[in-house]
């Protein structure tokens, strides 16, 4: 019975941790390029290394145990680290996470500062900058919840560059299929970099990036049926799904729509679909970037057109052996 639960454990452990990597993952400054003020709304950012203003280095942080999310008109604090005059150590404080209000953000030289307002008390006024590359890419964050309080830095870590070419061999990228029509895309699955749910709502909308291990893609397929004498091409598009769901839609018609988004109206392609197994309908935007190449692919259904799955793809061109 002993060498029996041992062999469980031996089975089930590994599979528990890899369960906790894959949940809880560091933010890497190439997840995501910041190039106007709202592509923050709805971000989570979880740095690798943090300090006390008045010390010379950083230290290590456990994954998850600091993370800022930035939503429409508040912060999300969960800052967990333990700090003492030699550094962080283990194990994490037992701190809940909290919230300040977002008073305003200025664009500055670095990037962005959020300032911030505790709602409780509105004497007690704070900050998070946000210091911002060249490339529009997120590398580090100070953080001070008042002036009465020390400023915390954080680093945001860089992607190795064994990940940027696993990463660009894999993923679907901004320039690599033209969206002008559905013609390139036939007999193609999309691997998209990033997941945004309620992209209608800016209140409650959640970036994260997106894993080889989660399995989601987006495949367009053609099958020929038989109906009476003649054959037939029907036309699919399928979205497989972090949790294992599988929306298989027939495509119905297509046409150029003027879309307004947030910032401007843009020409997208619209593909209006249907489920073969529940009789609803759907609409699939296929959202352009530079030179009409396919930015992001969006599910709406079709009585409010709300969106409910919008995937982007990873920024640049893929990486072809």
Known sequence: MKQLIILLLGIFVPVLLVAQIDSVRYTLSEDREFIKESDFTGFTFMPSEGKMSTAHYPDPIPAGVVAFSIKKSYLIIDERARYTPKGIVDPPTEDKPYRLRIASIDKINYGYQLNLVDPDNRELQGYLKIYIDGISQVDMLKYRPSMADPEHSYVIARTSQEQLLED????????????????????????????????????????????????????????????????????????????????????????????????????????????????ENFFILMHRGVKSYLKAIELQDEKNRQSLVYYEMRRGKRIIE
């Open 168 to 279: 660009g061999k894999f993923f679907t990228h901004q320039q690599d299929f033209d969206a002008r029509t559905l013609d390139e895309l036939w007999g193609k699955v999309l691997y998209p970099f990033l997941n945004i749910q309620n992209q209608s709502n800016l209140e409650s909308r959640v970036i994260s990036r997106i894993y080889r291990s989660h399995d989601i893609d987006v495949r367009f397929e053609e099958e020929t049926v038989i109906r009476g004498k003649k054959e037939k091409i029907l036309q699919y598009i399928i979205f497989n799904q972090k949790d294992g769901s599988r929306r298989k839609l027939l495509v119905k018609k297509l046409k150029e729509i003027m879309h307004q988004n947030r910032d401007s109206k843009r020409t997208v392609l619209e593909v209006e679909v249907k489920d073969e197994a529940t009789q």
